[in-house]
């Protein structure tokens, strides 16, 4: 089975014009991401080198939301980042860079507080529990 980070790993070489076997994916998915383990959504947070590969390499676009000065990134958030982003991000101090340009409008209405974007998905998902 190809998780998500293997496609992900698979398409940032092609743009790159890099070879894109199943060994070398195999190589970088422990360099590229933070978690290497599969699951069905999220967990697609990149590493510094990921992000200078797919920047500068496959020259993929991304987009930088400037988060609020006042927001900690504790835990919690990290934990909703890992389960309600669907697209590779980047996270720093002060900005997070996705590559969907989905993603990055959603994190713009909530004017980059990943905290308030985090907690809404989650009642959205259980009031969709709820409702089923």
């Not at 905290?115 to 969709?128: F, H, L, T, V, Y």
Request: glycine share 4%.
């Amino acid at each position: 089975m190809t998780s998500n980070k293997d496609t992900y790993t698979t398409v940032f070489l092609k743009a790159a014009e890099f070879p894109y076997d199943e060994q070398t994916v195999k190589t970088l998915k422990p360099i590229w991401w933070y978690s290497t383990r599969d699951k069905d959504e999220g967990g697609l947070r990149m590493t510094d080198q990921c992000l200078e590969f797919v920047e500068t390499k496959s020259e993929i676009k991304t987009y930088k939301i400037e988060l609020p000065k006042d927001l900690i990134l504790g835990p919690q958030v990290l934990i909703w980042l890992d389960q309600f982003l669907n697209s590779p991000y980047h996270l720093e101090k002060r900005f997070i860079k996705v590559l969907s340009e989905r993603t990055a409008f959603e994190l713009y209405m909530f004017s980059g507080d990943v905290k308030k974007m985090g907690a809404a998905k989650a009642m959205n998902r259980q009031i969709a529990k709820n409702t089923d």
